[in-house]
């Protein structure tokens, strides 16, 4: 906590201990009638926050229903949710355009125009892979086993590592990209 919330914090505790004080006592009302009017209070780790942080709340409320959720679904794994650098992640998807950010969301969990997808919206009315057959989601596009669509993937690849080498990137994931490529490749 920054200073002015440890203070904030301490001055709640001085406070709660005197309503206490009062209450013992039955000396119920306090000289400030202000002093009980507050509705609620939250804390994190026995301690009292002082400002309604909303990375605080999403971390201690939200992420773990969202986790449970993507773990039931079968796309992230609990421990995968460790090993993510989270802080990274926000500073990097803040970088794109909402758009962006939308599409790579969107395709993080799979949902995208792929058969499976296509099928729930009423736009087809089978989960299959119009080249192999199989069932079709966003996993399988790159794996598909159809010829077609193997001389297809390679042919991108290539293009991608033409179209402009990734060491001109010069960015410290370049080694990285790069060896990701390799191996789809």
């Given amino acids: ?21 009062l209450i013992a006592t039955n000396d119920t009302i306090a000289r400030n009638p202000k002093f009980f009017s507050a509705p609620c209070a939250i804390y994190i780790d026995n301690e009292k926050v002082s400002c309604l942080a909303l990375a605080s709340v999403d971390e201690v409320i939200v992420l773990p229903e969202l986790m449970e959720y993507w773990a039931a679904k079968g796309r992230l794994a609990p421990k995968t949710f460790r090993l993510v650098d989270w802080p990274v992640v926000h500073q990097a998807m803040k970088l794109l355009k909402p758009a962006k950010q939308r599409f790579i969301t969107k395709y993080t969990v799979g949902m995208c125009g792929v058969s499976k997808f296509r099928k729930q919206w009423g736009l087809k009315s089978k989960n299959r892979c119009p080249l192999c057959g199989l069932a079709e989601d966003h996993l399988h596009i790159p794996h598909c086993p159809s010829d077609r669509a193997k001389t297809q993937w390679q042919l991108l690849l290539q293009e991608a590592k033409m179209s402009r080498p990734l060491s001109s990137y ?8 790069e060896a990701k490529i390799a191996v789809l490749v």
């Fill in 1 to 21: 906590m920054f200073w002015w919330e440890q203070r904030n914090s301490k001055v709640d505790n001085i406070a709660q201990g005197y309503a206490d004080e």
């Fill in 170 to 177: 010069h960015t410290r994931f370049t080694r990285v990209s």
